[in-house]
């Protein structure tokens, strides 16, 4: 490891924090995980090792937010703490991290790594932050921003500035820029311009119980047999809507439990998800701004993807 990956992760961390690092070789498939401590991982022999396996054509990853002593994993039980915000940045690169800085929605970041050209994972440190409203506005962040929206989970992985990035042939060497030694508290973000906008629900207050048929999954196999049979979406919308006005939002909770739904029958008969998402933002373009809608149609597809690959498996 040299000393730009070494200042990064001495920045990003404190002393005595567990850390979870992500080796992923792409000609190899092989993937290695490594929990350990902060002092551990800027060792020399440890240093050493890993700036070997990068050589060797292994990408190397860290996660975003260190992890509870003692773990073994990098699942979201595990996280420690929230200590950073962060969004990726694939498409447009240039346009839109330049839209991002000149953003009154969000801080001055602290961090933009550069992992290839026109590509880059733009970071903010926080502080009093939960898990539930770290989620929600990374969400809102690659709503705003057009950032990957699969991105958006508190223990994702960042690559490690210093490294070189293997999956391009020759790979490339991944830069970072510090921009400001602030740490932001959730007031620093003012996207709840945006939260309104996608009409987002409040995180539920009461458990789910398992032991009998919800009402939402009632509303599902409603709303998925209906659709099946040709009924309207924008008229089972409204029926929902009015259906659950116990829900904080019955609005947004009947346009995504439709939306869901017709994503997945879409996808299921065979249409490209590129298509689905052309629907999705044609059905919403009246009630959303664009942007946003195209940001919103991309992640229902992907989440309907998902949902049929798990199912699959099952």
């Not at 960042?158 to 921009?179: H, M, S, W």
């Not at 409204?238 to 259906?243: P, V």
Request: proline share 5%.
């Amino acid at each position: 490891m040299n000393g730009t990956a070494q200042d990064f992760l001495t920045r990003c961390f404190a002393p005595g924090d567990t850390i979870a690092l992500l080796l992923r070789n792409e000609n190899t498939a092989k993937t290695q995980q490594r929990v350990v401590s902060l002092e551990r991982a800027l060792a020399p022999r440890y240093r050493g090792w890993l700036a070997h396996e990068n050589h060797s054509g292994t990408n190397i990853y860290v996660a975003a937010n260190p992890l509870l002593a003692g773990s073994r994993k990098r699942t979201k039980d595990c996280i420690a703490s929230i200590r950073h915000l962060y969004i990726d940045i694939d498409v447009n690169g240039e346009a839109r991290l330049a839209a991002l800085r000149a953003s009154e929605l969000v801080p001055e970041p602290n961090v933009i790594v550069s992992t290839s050209a026109g590509k880059y994972q733009v970071l903010w440190r926080v502080d009093d932050f939960d898990f539930y409203t770290q989620e929600m506005t990374l969400k809102l962040l690659a709503m705003a921003f057009h950032g990957d929206i699969s991105c958006t989970d508190c223990n994702r992985v960042l690559r490690i500035p210093g490294f070189r990035n293997c999956k391009y042939d020759p790979a490339q060497l991944v830069t970072v820029e510090y921009l400001s030694d602030a740490t932001y508290q959730p007031d620093d973000f003012h996207l709840y311009v945006l939260r309104e906008a996608c009409l987002i629900p409040p995180i539920p207050q009461q458990p789910i119980r398992r032991d009998m048929q919800t009402n939402s999954e009632h509303d599902w196999a409603w709303i998925s047999r209906e659709l099946a049979h040709g009924k309207d979406a924008v008229t089972l919308t409204l029926e929902l809507a009015s259906h659950r006005s116990d829900k904080p939002n019955p609005t947004y909770y009947a346009q995504r439990t439709v939306d869901m739904a017709s994503a997945r029958l879409w996808l299921m008969e065979g249409t490209s998800i590129a298509d689905v998402i052309a629907m999705l933002e044609s059905r919403r373009q009246s009630e959303l701004p664009a942007a946003l809608c195209s940001a919103r149609a991309r992640e229902i597809a992907a989440t309907a993807q998902r949902m049929i690959a798990r199912n699959k498996v099952a």
